[in-house]
């Protein structure tokens, strides 16, 4: 890094306790990085907004009890050692896609019957808890 400082560009990223750790691991790395930034965690309603836009990114629809129920659900995720902020909400979407997923496959259900927006609405059972 230091021989070759006028052309490398080192970027490393991480939480704030791991990235301490990182930098003391070796007396003179914290000085050779010479700009750090911090990135708050998402609000909740930053959360919600991502799994919103994910969502509709990959043509799902939210039912009106899946945005009333979001809030809540978006508190509610841990906010412990495996928050992941972002990647927390992608989990989110997915497990939600993937519920969703199963039920035009019950066994009562005609799928033939089914109209695009019902194969691409996600609703509060979706959600999970």
Known sequence: MENHRGDLVVIA??????MDRFLDADAGLRS???LMVDFPDYTDT???????????????????????????RI????????????RSVRGLIEAAIGA?????????????ALSDDELTLLT????GQ
Do not use: T
């Not at 990223?13 to 791991?18: H, I, R, T």
């Not at 930053?46 to 809540?72: F, H, N, R, T, W």
């Not at 508190?75 to 495996?82: P, Q, T």
């Open 100 to 112: 969703q997923a199963v039920r035009p496959a019950a066994p009562d259900v005609d799928l033939d």
């Open 46 to 72: 930053e959360l919600e907004q991502i799994l919103v836009s994910m969502a509709e990114a990959q043509g799902y629809k939210l039912s009106p009890d899946l945005l009333e129920a979001l809030p809540a």
């Open 13 to 18: 990223a991480g939480y704030p306790g791991e």
């Open 124 to 127: 509060q059972a979706d959600l």
């Open 32 to 34: 050779r990085f010479a």
């Open 75 to 86: 508190a509610a995720i841990d906010r412990g050692s495996g928050f992941a902020n972002g």
